[in-house]
């Protein structure tokens, strides 16, 4: 007999992430998972050089020099900052220190998969509250909805805001009337990991929220528009009883100490992100025109990626057969419930141009005499 999980485990679908290979194909173009369109900054290349050096010493577990690096970047207090291995790591601290059997927590239908995991891991009962139309198409969070569905239970309301997949961008008075509605008890997750790509002027990523209301954190990674994701580094700020919360819970050495020196140095590398959000802008644009030229209906993006629903998940399996044909990937999104819908990274140039090249060919296989 084998040793039984947690029962609430077994009912987790494993996260699959963004492919990255197709049989019998060399060049691979990988737009599945929303990493940053330049690589890491070459600032990080040099400092995860420096670090290898000293790989044999334990990390700083304080994570001195870089909360106090994302303090002064983002005039925050160092002391609020904590670190994590990539976002996921304190999503699922803040599940396993505030939720458990009998608890509830709160997302919108197509809020971020992570949290639907990690609640479910520590046997809270998540609901996925369904969102409603946007002001300008496509999808946004359902404010009333999701205070309707808060109860006695609920002890966590994740908002990723813009949202993945989908690109929604709640205004901040919106954001701002969810905390004001719920119970002082309840803890709001701003996860803002695209907050870096938003232009919407007066655009609060969540620390003024923070600041102004409590029980409120903010999550943020370089793992996007900081080009980092395989050193796994995210942070957040919160209140300072949570943040000690947090630091109760975690492994003392979380952060290795290559992936806190890449983000020092990421941080440093002049210009970085006014040159991915020009460029981000640029092509965004391109590959929605090109994305509604093949047939989809491109819902509004504030992020490095754009959702294009196609109709019908057919009509969608065939866009992405026809771009794996040519060594495309990009992102399925029937694990979301929308299998009718593809979601595509803003890629570099030439990526972006192949991606467009591509939508517009014929189905593989078509014959031109
Ligand atoms: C990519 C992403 C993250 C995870 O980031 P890591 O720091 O790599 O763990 C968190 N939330 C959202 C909404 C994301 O899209």
């Known amino acids: 007999m084998s040793v039984a999980p947690r029962p609430s485990i077994l009912s987790i679908d494993p996260y699959v992430g963004g492919e990255s290979k197709i049989p019998g194909v ?40 870089l909360r106090e690096a994302l303090g002064a970047r983002f005039g925050l207090d160092p002391a609020r900052i904590i670190t994590g291995n990539g976002s996921d ?41 369904a969102e409603k139309p946007g002001p300008d198409g496509g999808t946004v969070a359902d404010i009333d909805a999701m205070l309707a569905a808060a109860g006695p239970r609920t002890r966590i ?68 528009v900081f080009g980092l994701g395989g050193m796994r580094v995210g942070w957040g700020y919160a209140p300072a009883d949570i943040i000690d919360v947090l630091n109760r819970v975690r492994g003392p050495f979380n952060v290795a100490s290559a992936s806190m ?29 090109a994305l509604r030229a093949a047939g989809g209906d491109v819902w509004p993006s504030h992020t490095n990626f754009l959702l294009a ?27 979301y419930g929308l299998p009718q819908a593809l979601r595509f990274t803003v890629g570099a140039a030439d990526e972006c141009q192949l991606l467009i090249e591509a939508l517009g060919a014929p189905p593989p296989g078509t014959s031109h005499g």
């Open 26 to 65: 060399n060049r691979i173009i990988k737009l599945s998972s929303n990493e940053g369109a330049f690589g890491p900054p070459p600032a990080a290349i040099e400092a995860i050089t420096r670090a290898a050096r000293e790989a044999h010493r334990y990390p700083d577990g304080n994570a001195t020099a």
């Open 89 to 129: 790591e304190l999503i699922s601290l803040l599940c396993l220190a505030y939720g458990g059997e009998g608890t509830e927590f709160i997302m919108s239908a197509y809020g971020f998969m992570m949290y639907d995991i990690s609640g479910r891991a520590i046997g809270s009962r998540v609901l996925k509250v």
């Open 157 to 224: 309301v994740f908002l990723t805001n813009p949202n993945n997949p989908t690109g929604a961008l709640l205004p901040n008075a919106e954001v701002a009337r969810l905390r004001a509605g719920l119970r002082d008890d309840i803890l709001l997750v701003l996860d803002s990991a695209y907050a870096e790509y938003v232009t919407e002027p007066g655009y609060d990523p969540g620390d003024k929220l923070v600041n102004a209301a409590g029980n409120t954190i903010m999550l943020r990674t370089f793992s996007k």
């Open 261 to 289: 020196a890449a983000a020092v140095g990421a941080l440093s590398e002049p210009g970085w992100v006014e040159k991915s959000v020009a460029h981000n802008a640029e092509w965004r644009g391109k590959l929605a025109a």
């Open 309 to 335: 629903d196609f109709g019908s998940t057919e009509a969608a399996r065939a866009v992405d057969a026809k771009l794996k044909s040519r060594g495309l990937i990009v992102r399925g999104m029937a694990g």
